[in-house]
């Protein structure tokens, strides 16, 4: 089977909401490719390595590739549809630079499984190490172990917001926590969650490719028992009648998704919280950190940490006691 591929070359800022567009439009996977080259800085202080080759693409822009099948896709609507949508990111401070979009025709072997040389076991913080399914790694004694076949789902542990949520949940997980998590893509923080001694995850995402992934990535963790996954539109089960496996409110809930997503539900994951709970809010681009810093304290919460990877960044905010 052929696939229409249409590759996004475009800057570092853009790439979550690019990314996300292409998913709306029904694309039926999506990869990203960032700087590679000799300068761009990697981060080795858990002795991470990469397999990545160098490329040529300017430091701080990415090309986005989004793969739509032969059979029933309009590929000119679609083109003027994301120059469309790309155009008007600008309104919300969002900087694509000189973008362009490129059309190409793709046998389905050459997309669907080439990414997978890439990638390799990696260390992303002091005990969690992400291992894919395909590859064999001896772990030392004090790693835990996620195993994970991502599919088309977003969360590999290679994108700096999901490495620096599972490092954020390193800091913030003490043991027995009930956690929400949000967008939960892959699972793979649901998972991380749990191997650093939560109790219970009820992991939520809109996007049915992704609730698939996850409900399969926990299980090849055998943490189906532990982990309850729930097709939702953000924090939208908690008010159904739905049986859940967490009790609300609950110790924490970590979010890596846009800035702009995290702004409308602010005061949701305030109300789905203890007096004391966390919220760990990732997928925010520096240049909403303002706006973010800003919608957490309105709504009640003390912002007690954030941490840093790239351009990226990470909020922990405490409810009040």
Sequence with gaps: MK???ITISTTEEAIEMISNFLHE???DGVSIEESGTLNKQRD????QWYEHPLNDIPEGHAVIKGYFSELDTDVDALMTQLTTRIDELREFDIEPGEYSIARAMVDEEDWANAWKTYFKPIRVSERLTIKPTWEEYTPSP???IIELDPGMAFGTGTHPTTALCLRTLETVIKGDEEVIDVGTGSGILAIGAMLLGARRVLALDLDPISVT???ENTRLNNLQDDIQVYLSDL???LNSDQKLNVTVPVDVV???ILAEIILLFIDDVYAALKPGGTYIASGIWKNKEEAVE???QAAGFTIVDRQRDQDWIAFVAKKPE
């Design 213 to 215: 992934s996850a409900t």
């Design 25 to 27: 439009m029904d694309a």
């Design 44 to 47: 080795t202080s858990l002795g």
């Design 142 to 144: 004090e790693e835990r």
């Design 294 to 296: 800003e919608g957490l």
């Design 254 to 256: 970590v979010a890596n």
């Design 3 to 5: 696939w229409h591929e």
């Design 235 to 237: 924090l939208g089960v």
